[in-house]
C-alpha cells in the first residue's frame, strides 16, 4: 500500500483566519515533504522532514510553519496567508531507511487552498 | 547544479496508438534516479515508473516503457495501447543521493482522442 492521505481536500480563508493542513502515512516512512504546487507548473518544494526532523526550508515564509509530531503525521499551520499563497498543496513521503536519496517519493492527494 | 527539461508542453494521441514523451537531464552525478509521475485532473500525483541510473535495462510498468540514454541524458515515457485515462499533465524528476530533493521538469499534458 503506497496511500498518503490529506485533509481537507479543499479550503477557503481569509487572510487573518489561522488553519491547518494535515498528512498521514502508515507505510513506515521516514522523510515527509510539503510541495506547493501553483496551476500548470511543477510543484515546488517546501519544507522536509526527516526522522522527525526539519531537515530543509526552501525559504518559506514565516506565515507557513510546519510540524511533524510522529513519523507518521505531517502538518503544516497558516496563519496570514496572502492571496498568492492559493496553490495546490502536496504531501508526500520515502521511506529513506536504507540508502538516503534513493527512495521514491509517493504523493497525497493534495489540499486546494484558496485565500480571499 | 542539476537541471530537468521537458520540451514538449503538449502532445496528443489516439486512443490505441502509441506516444513518446521526451525529457532529458543535466548532471555530474554518476548516481541517481529518474522518474515518470502522470498528474491528471483529479490532481493526484502517480508515480508511472522510475529507472535507476546505474542499471542499463530500461523500465518497463505493462504499458508504459522508457528509453533511458545515460550518456546523452535522455529519459523519454513510451505509452503504448493509449486509453482515455492516460490524459493528464506527465512530469519528469530526478533525484541523487543523498539529497531529499526531487527535481521536476516543467511537465507535457497529454490529450488522448477517441
Known amino acids: 500500500d503506497t496511500e498518503v492521505t490529506q485533509t481537507p481536500k479543499h479550503l477557503v480563508m481569509g487572510m487573518t483566519n489561522k488553519k491547518s493542513l494535515k498528512c498521514e502515512q502508515h507505510m513506515g516512512h521516514r522523510a515527509m515533504y510539503w510541495y506547493k504546487q501553483k496551476a500548470k507548473k511543477p510543484p515546488e518544494l517546501m519544507f522536509v522532514?526527516?526522522?522527525?526532523?526539519?531537515?530543509i526550508n526552501e525559504s518559506v515564509p514565516s506565515r507557513f510553519s510546519p510540524e511533524c509530531p510522529n513519523s507518521s503525521l505531517l502538518n503544516l499551520h497558516l496563519h496570514a496567508l496572502q492571496p498568492e499563497d492559493s496553490a495546490l498543496y502536496l504531501c508526500?513521503?520515502?521511506?529513506?531507511?536504507?540508502?538516503?536519496?534513493?527512495?521514491?517519493?509517493?504523493f497525497g492527494p493534495g489540499t486546494r487552498l484558496t485565500v480571499l | 547544479a542539476q537541471t530537468v527539461t521537458q520540451s514538449q508542453p503538449e502532445m496528443s494521441v489516439q486512443e490505441a496508438e502509441t506516444v513518446t514523451l521526451s525529457c532529458t537531464y543535466d548532471?555530474?552525478?554518476?548516481?541517481?534516479?529518474l522518474f515518470w509521475y502522470k498528474q491528471p485532473p483529479s490532481r493526484q500525483m502517480i508515480l508511472v515508473i522510475r529507472q535507476e541510473a546505474y542499471k542499463q535495462q530500461n523500465a518497463t510498468e505493462n504499458r508504459f516503457s522508457v528509453n533511458f540514454q545515460k550518456a546523452a541524458k535522455s529519459f523519454s515515457l513510451k505509452i503504448s495501447d493509449s486509453q482515455l485515462g492516460d490524459a493528464a499533465m506527465y512530469f519528469c524528476?530526478?533525484?541523487?543521493?543523498?539529497?531529499?530533493?526531487?527535481?521536476f521538469g516543467t511537465g507535457t499534458r497529454l490529450q488522448v482522442f477517441p
Open positions: 522532514y526527516s526522522y522527525e526532523k526539519l531537515s
Open positions: 524528476a530526478y533525484r541523487s543521493p543523498p539529497s531529499d530533493k526531487l527535481i
Open positions: 548532471t555530474s552525478e554518476s548516481d541517481y534516479y
Open positions: 508526500a513521503s520515502s521511506q529513506e531507511t536504507t540508502l538516503p536519496g534513493t527512495d521514491t517519493q509517493y
